[in-house]
C-alpha cells in the first residue's frame, strides 16, 4: 500500500529535514522578565516561553538555600542567597529549547533540578518529528527482510 | 559479507585465550569496584564529589550503554568484577585450569527460577528508588556490596554463575540488547559439536571450565545468554568456538516465545520514558514523588510507574495485535512482537543517557583527583568546575539515536509481523507514537 | 601449586588490600569538620578547642550544600564551604574565652541557628571585656510594643531636614546620647516647641538620624542586611523575605517563659516599612533586638557575631527604609 520510496528520495527529504533554516517570525524583541524562585528541586515558574531576540532578565530567588541558575546553549550562569536576588540577562537569539538547570550543588537531586526555556519554536523537535515520520514512510515502503 | 571470524586471526586467538590478559582486567576492574563500594560507604556524601556515584553511574553506565551493549552485546560481563571472587572460590584457583574439584555445594540453580523474571523484578526494585540511588554514595555502596557478596554466596550454594545468569539486575537487560550488538560468539560448525562426545566446552576439561553462563555453546543461535567469558575457547578440543563480526540486529531475525524476555522489552522501555520525564523534565512535584521514599506520593509515582510498564505500555501493545490472518496463539504473536521492542528500546536509553552524561561528564575529571571529597588532587583536576560538554550536539545525537532506533525496530516488526500473521502497521505506529513521546520529553 | 597462581592469588589480594585499605587509611587520619544544615545536625562537631597563641587548623566540607565559616566578634573574611570539596582554614586566637564561629550562606531556615564555638585556653587574662548592652543600662523592656501615636504623611526626607537643621538650635537633641536612648517619635516630640510644620519636623528627625551615622556605616549596613536579614524581613524590608511564610505559619511555641505560661511563639519577621512600629522604636530598643534576638519568635540572636560596630551600623541602615536619605523619593 505504501510505495517503495527510492532511498536517495528519502535521503534528499531526510537532509532538508535536518539542514533547511526554518523561517523564524518575526516578532518585536521584548524585553522580558521573569521572577524564578529556586527551591530544592525544581524551579517555578519551571517552563518560560520567549520570542526570538527577545532580551531576558532572569530573576533568581532562591527559596531555601543556595541555587544556582545556568542556561543551556548559552552557557551563563547565576546564583544566589536566599534573601539576595540575582539577575541574569541576556538575548535570546537562537531558536529552539534550553534546558535550565541549577548550578550550584544543593542537595540530593541537585543533578536534576531543571528547568526549560523555549525560543520561538523548538525548531530542532518539528526536525526530529519528520525525521522520525519519514523513517517510518521508508520502513513501511521496503520489502521485508528475509533472513 | 555476513560475518568476518574476528578469531582467525592467530594473534587475537592466542590473545583471548590466554589467562593473563584477562586477569590483568580483572584485578584492575575488581580493585575499581571495591574502591567504588569503599568511596561510597566512607566518601563525602554529596553525589557529584563522590567516586562511587560519578564512576559508576555517569562514566560506567556512559560506557556500558553507549559504548558497550551496542558494539560489543555482554562486553561488559566479559569484564565484571562481581562473580570473580564466588567463581574462584569455586574453583578453589585464579588463574589454573581445573585441577582438584573443590567441596562446594555446585547445586543445579532451581528449575523455576531458569528464566530472567528475578532478573526483571531486580532491575525493578533499583529503579523504583534510583532516584535515591542515583543521588546517595553509600547507598549506591551498599547496592554494590550485595551484589558483590549474593554472588559470592550463591556460587558457594549453586554451580557456575548462578547471579549472573538468573539474579543480576544488570545481566537482565544487557542480556536482550546483546541481540541487536555485531559481535558474537558461535561455533564454526555443528556437525564436529554433533560428533563430539564429551562436550567438555560444558562441562569442563583439564583445558578449562564449563561454561560459567550455563549455555551449551554448541546449540547457541543468540547473544542473551552468553557472557564472553571465553572459557569454550579454550576448552574446545576441535577449535570449533569463533568470536564473529557480523551485521546489527542480526539475532531479532530469529522469533522467541519467551514471556520474561518480552516483558523485559516493555520494562526497558517504560523506565526510559518514565525517567525522561521524571528526572530530566521541568516537573518538580514528580521529582519529589520519586525521591520521597515512603510517602503518599511516592507509593503513587510506584504504582503509575509499574502500572506503566506491566499494563499500559504492552496491553496497547496487545491491542495493536489483535487482527490475525493465521491460528498463531496470542502468547506467540506477543512474545514474537516484542522483539521488535529490543532496537527501540536500546536506543531510548542511548538518547536518554546522552543527556545527563554530557552534562555532567565534567565530574569525572573532578572525582578523579580527589575520589572521597577529602580535599585531595591526585592529578590536579579537583577544581575543574561543573560544566556541561557538547550542548549543541545532544539534540542532533538524541534525535540519530531514536531515529536509528525507530528504523531498527520497525524493521524487525516487519519482518516479525509477516511470521506471525499480524499487520505490521500498527506495530510500527506503536513504535512511533512512543519516539515521538520520547522526542518531545527528551528535546 | 604453580607459581603462575600464586603469584595471580599475591596479585589479587593486593589489589583488594589497597583498594580498600589506601582510602580507608587516609579517611581515617583525616580530622574534618562536617558542614551540614541545622536540620542535619550543623556543624559536627562544634566545639572545637585550642591554645591561645597556637594555630587552630581546620579542615571543612559540606555534606548538602553550600554553606560558609567566620567567627563571630572576629575580623576574617567569611570562606565558603562548598559541598563535596575541602576548605582549609587556620586561625589563631590571642585572647583566651569563647569564640562563635557560624554559617555565612543561607542553608534553610535555620541557617541562624548554625553555630558552634570555639574554646581558646590560656591565662586568664583578668579584666572582662564584655560590654553591658545598652538597653540594659537604660533598664528599657525591649519586648514592649513600641508604637509611635503619629506618623508622617510621606517619606521625611533627610536632605530637606539638613537645610532646617542648619537653621536652628538643637543642642537638646544633636547628641548621640539622645539619638541612642530616643525614638524619632520622641525626637519628634521634642521638636512641638518649634515652629515648624509636621512634615517638616520629621524631616528634621530624619537629618538627626542621618547626622548620627554615616554614608560608609549605612553601606556596611545595608550588606549585612542583604546577607543576614533580608532572607526574612525581605530584600525591601517590608517582612515578607522568603522564610517570613514558614514563620508564620510556624506558630509552634519555641520557648517559655520561666513561669511555663505563654512564651513568645513564632511570628512573621517585622516590617522595616511600617512607620507605627520603626518610628516608636529606639535606636537602643533595635540595637538591643539584633543583639538579644527574639526569644523563641524566630529573631536570631547577634550578639556572639555583630561586632558593637556592626550592631550600631545595621541599626542605622534600618531607619533608611523610614527616612529618604538621599532624595531618591520612595
Known amino acids: 500500500m505504501i510505495p517503495r520510496l527510492p532511498f536517495s528520495l528519502l535521503l534528499m527529504v531526510g537532509l532538508a529535514a535536518i539542514f533547511v533554516p526554518l523561517p523564524v517570525p518575526s516578532t518585536v524583541p521584548q524585553e522580558r522578565t521573569f521572577r524564578i524562585e529556586a527551591r530544592q528541586f525544581a524551579f517555578s515558574p519551571s517552563e518560560l516561553k520567549v520570542n526570538v531576540g527577545d532580551t531576558i532578565t532572569l530573576k533568581l530567588v532562591s527559596m531555601d538555600v543556595v541555587h544556582g541558575l545556568y542556561v543551556d546553549g548559552y552557557g551563563i550562569s547565576v546564583q544566589a542567597d536566599p534573601g539576595q536576588t540575582q539577575t541574569l540577562t541576556f538575548t535570546a537569539r537562537k531558536p529552539g529549547s534550553f534546558r535550565l538547570r541549577c548550578s550550584a550543588t544543593c542537595g540530593a537531586m541537585h543533578p536534576f533540578m531543571i528547568g526549560k526555556l523555549t525560543v520561538g519554536e523548538n525548531h530542532w523537535l518539528l526536525r526530529s518529528l519528520v525525521l522520525a515520520g519519514l523513517a517510518v514512510l521508508g520502513v513501511l515502503g521496503q520489502p521485508i527482510l528475509k533472513a | 559479507m555476513t560475518k568476518i571470524e574476528l578469531t582467525r586471526h592467530p594473534l587475537l586467538k592466542s590473545f583471548l585465550k590466554s589467562r593473563y590478559p584477562q586477569l590483568a582486567v580483572f584485578v584492575l576492574v575488581l580493585a575499581g569496584f571495591v574502591f567504588a563500594i569503599v568511596a561510597g560507604l566512607i566518601g563525602t556524601p554529596v553525589g557529584s564529589r563522590n567516586f562511587s556515584i560519578v564512576f559508576v553511574w555517569i562514566a560506567w553506565w556512559a560506557i556500558l550503554i553507549l559504548v558497550a551493549v551496542p558494539f560489543f552485546g555482554r562486553g561488559w560481563c566479559a569484564v565484571c568484577p562481581i562473580p570473580l571472587p564466588g567463581e574462584w572460590l569455586q574453583r578453589g584457583a585464579v588463574l589454573d585450569p581445573p585441577g582438584k574439584k573443590p567441596g562446594w555445594l555446585n547445586r543445579r540453580w532451581p528449575r523455576i527460577f531458569r528464566n530472567i523474571w528475578l532478573q526483571n523484578i531486580a532491575f525493578l526494585f533499583l529503579a523504583l528508588f534510583s532516584s535515591v540511588l542515583l543521588t546517595t554514595p553509600s547507598l549506591t555502596g551498599i547496592v554494590l556490596a550485595i551484589m558483590l557478596l549474593a554472588a559470592t554466596a550463591l556460587s558457594t550454594v549453586f554451580e557456575r554463575r548462578a547471579f549472573c545468569r538468573y539474579l543480576c539486575p544488570v545481566g537482565g537487560f544487557i542480556g536482550i540488547y546483546a541481540k541487536i550488538a555485531p559481535l558474537e560468539l558461535r561455533i564454526k560448525d555443528k556437525d564436529i559439536c554433533a560428533r563430539c562426545k564429551d562436550k567438555p566446552c560444558y562441562h569442563g576439561s583439564p583445558a578449562g571450565y564449563g561454561c560459567p553462563w550455563d549455555v551449551f555453546p554448541g546449540g547457541m543461535t543468540t547473544n542473551t545468554y552468553c557472557g564472553l567469558c571465553l572459557e569454550c575457547l579454550r576448552t574446545c578440543p576441535y577449535d570449533n568456538i569463533a568470536v564473529n563480526l557480523r551485521p546489527f540486529c542480526r539475532d531479532l531475525v530469529k522469533p522467541s516465545n519467551r514471556l520474561d524476555e518480552a516483558f523485559k522489552a516493555f520494562i526497558m522501555l517504560g523506565s526510559a520514558l518514565v525517567y525522561a520525564g521524571v528526572l530530566l523534565g521541568p516537573w518538580g512535584m514528580l521529582k519529589d514523588a520519586a525521591y520521597h521514599v515512603g510517602t503518599l506520593a511516592w507509593f503513587t509515582y510506584a504504582a503509575g510507574f509499574l502500572a506503566f510498564i506491566f499494563i499500559i505500555l504492552p496491553g496497547l501493545f496487545f491491542l495493536c495485535l489483535m487482527r490475525a490472518q493465521n491460528s498463531l496463539s496470542m502468547k506467540q504473536r506477543f512474545t514474537s512482537l516484542s522483539r521488535a521492542l529490543i532496537p527501540l528500546g536500546l536506543m531510548f536509553w542511548v538518547a536518554f543517557s546522552l543527556s545527563f552524561v554530557l552534562t555532567n561528564a565534567s565530574y569525572t575529571l573532578a572525582t578523579l583527583s580527589d575520589p572521597l571529597g577529602l580535599g585531595w588532587n591526585l592529578f590536579g583536576t579537583a577544581g575543574i568546575p561543573w560544566q556541561p560538554v557538547g550542548t549543541s550536539i545532544l539534540a542532533p545525537a538524541q534525535t540519530l539515536a531514536l531515529v536509528v532506533g525507530l528504523i531498527g525496530s520497525a524493521r524487525t516488526a516487519q519482518k516479525a509481523a509477516y511470521e506471525a500473521g499480524v499487520s505490521t502497521f500498527p506495530v510500527i505506529i506503536y513504535c512511533l507514537g512512543l519516539t515521538v513521546i520520547m522526542l518531545w520529553l527528551l528535546i | 601449586m604453580k607459581r603462575p597462581e600464586v603469584f595471580s592469588r599475591i596479585l589479587v589480594l593486593a589489589g583488594l588490600v589497597l583498594a580498600a585499605g589506601v582510602p580507608l587509611a587516609f579517611w581515617a587520619q583525616t580530622p574534618m569538620i562536617h558542614a551540614r544544615m541545622s536540620e542535619q545536625g550543623g556543624w559536627t562537631p562544634n566545639v572545637l578547642r585550642v591554645e591561645a597563641g597556637q594555630p587552630l587548623h581546620m579542615s571543612m566540607t559540606s555534606d548538602d550544600v553550600v554553606h560558609g565559616f567566620a567567627v563571630?566578634?572576629?575580623?576574617?573574611?567569611?570562606?565558603?564551604?562548598?559541598?563535596?570539596?575541602?576548605?582549609?582554614?587556620?586561625?589563631?586566637?590571642?585572647?583566651?574565652?569563647?569564640?562563635?564561629?557560624?554559617?555565612?550562606?543561607?542553608?534553610?531556615?535555620?541557617?541562624?541557628?548554625?553555630?558552634?564555638?570555639?574554646?581558646?585556653?590560656?591565662?586568664?587574662?583578668?579584666?572582662?571585656?564584655?560590654?553591658?548592652?545598652?538597653?540594659?543600662?537604660?533598664?528599657?523592656?525591649?519586648?514592649?510594643?513600641?508604637?509611635?501615636?503619629?506618623?508622617?504623611?510621606?517619606?521625611?526626607?533627610?536632605?530637606?531636614?539638613?537645610?532646617?537643621?542648619?537653621?536652628?538650635?538643637?543642642?537638646?537633641?544633636?547628641?548621640?546620647?539622645?539619638?541612642?536612648?530616643?525614638?524619632?517619635?520622641?525626637?519628634?516630640?521634642?521638636?512641638?516647641?518649634?515652629?515648624?510644620?509636621?512634615?517638616?519636623?520629621?524631616?528634621?528627625?530624619?537629618?538627626?538620624?542621618?547626622?548620627?551615622?554615616?554614608?560608609?556605616?549605612?553601606?556596611?549596613?545595608?550588606?549585612?542586611?542583604?546577607?543576614?536579614?533580608?532572607?526574612?524581613?525581605?530584600?525591601?524590608?517590608?517582612?515578607?523575605?522568603?522564610?517570613?511564610?514558614?514563620?508564620?505559619?510556624?506558630?509552634?511555641?519555641?520557648?517559655?517563659?520561666?513561669?511555663?505560661?505563654?512564651?513568645?511563639?513564632?511570628?512573621?519577621?517585622?516590617?522595616?516599612?511600617?512607620?507605627?512600629?520603626?518610628?516608636?522604636?529606639?535606636?537602643?530598643?533595635?540595637?538591643?533586638?539584633?543583639?538579644?534576638g527574639g526569644m523563641g519568635t524566630g529573631m536570631p540572636m547577634w550578639g556572639s557575631i555583630f561586632t558593637e560596630q556592626q550592631l550600631w551600623d545595621l541599626t542605622a541602615y534600618l531607619y533608611s527604609f523610614q527616612f529618604d536619605y538621599d532624595n531618591k523619593g520612595d
Open chain 3, 72 to 292: 563571630g566578634l572576629m575580623e576574617i573574611e567569611p570562606v565558603d564551604i562548598e559541598p563535596g570539596k575541602v576548605t582549609n582554614i587556620t586561625l589563631t586566637f590571642a585572647r583566651p574565652g569563647i569564640y562563635t564561629f557560624y554559617c555565612t550562606r543561607w542553608c534553610g531556615r535555620n541557617h541562624w541557628r548554625m553555630r558552634g564555638t570555639i574554646e581558646v585556653s590560656g591565662p586568664d587574662s583578668g579584666t572582662d571585656s564584655s560590654v553591658i548592652p545598652l538597653y540594659v543600662t537604660l533598664g528599657i523592656d525591649i519586648d514592649e510594643p513600641h508604637v509611635a501615636p503619629v506618623v508622617p504623611g510621606r517619606l521625611p526626607s533627610a536632605v530637606n531636614g539638613r537645610e532646617l537643621v542648619l537653621e536652628m538650635d538643637l543642642t537638646q537633641i544633636n547628641d548621640p546620647e539622645f539619638y541612642r536612648q530616643n525614638s524619632p517619635y520622641q525626637a519628634f516630640e521634642a521638636l512641638n516647641s518649634v515652629s515648624l510644620s509636621d512634615p517638616e519636623k520629621w524631616d528634621v528627625v530624619s537629618a538627626l538620624w542621618l547626622s548620627n551615622t554615616s554614608p560608609n556605616a549605612l553601606d556596611r549596613g545595608k550588606s549585612l542586611y542583604a546577607r543576614n536579614c533580608a532572607a526574612c524581613h525581605g530584600e525591601n524590608g517590608t517582612g515578607d523575605g522568603v522564610f517570613a511564610d514558614d514563620l508564620a505559619t510556624g506558630a509552634n511555641l519555641a520557648m517559655q517563659t520561666m513561669d511555663g505560661t505563654a512564651g513568645m511563639p513564632l511570628q512573621r519577621p517585622a516590617n522595616f516599612t511600617d512607620p507605627n512600629q520603626m518610628l516608636g522604636a529606639s535606636p537602643a530598643v533595635l540595637q538591643g533586638k539584633l543583639l538579644r
